[in-house]
């Protein structure tokens, strides 16, 4: 069974998914949501999920530098409710301080034009996140 990562934003959300042994993340795509109507991709969500036979979900929670819970760390904790009740699947919010900037600093270095950068940086971001829950299971 797999794990899947999420980057949860305004407008997107990162799809990362684990490998059949739980050992790397790798990016699937981005999804293009609402946050505001309330629209979150889960019909997109439910695909990946049964073509992945992901068992676990793993939510960024983007807490603030000082560890205290703002306006998106408590939107991640509605999306995450709203995952558990719709797939019945155990979701976790993992910690995700930093997570876009490391995903854009490997993107840089990795000599991403700025362009594509934009298109791929919140499945980087999703990435990041499931590949640190992986390493902590380790």
């Given amino acids: 069974m797999r794990v899947l990562g999420l980057d949860l934003g305004t407008k997107t959300l990162g799809v990362a998914v684990s490998d059949e042994l739980g050992w790397t993340a790798q990016g699937i795509e981005t999804i293009s949501i609402d946050e ?23 939510v960024g929670f983007p807490k603030n530098m000082n560890g205290t819970v703002g306006p998106r760390a408590e939107a991640s904790q509605r999306f995450a409710k709203l995952l558990e009740s719709e797939f019945s699947l155990p979701v976790i919010l993992w910690d995700e301080r930093l997570s876009t900037m490391a995903a854009e600093r490997m993107l840089i270095t ?27 299971k380790q």
Avoid: W
Avoid at 42 to 53: A, G, P, Q, T, V
Avoid at 115 to 135: G, N, P, T, W
């Fill in 36 to 58: 505001e109507r309330g629209e979150y991709g889960l019909k997109r969500l439910r695909e990946i999920i049964d073509e992945y036979e992901v068992d676990t979900i793993v």
């Fill in 110 to 136: 990795a000599d991403v034009s700025r362009k594509k950068r934009k298109q791929v940086i919140d499945k980087m971001a999703a990435v990041v996140i499931l590949q640190s829950y992986l390493d902590s």
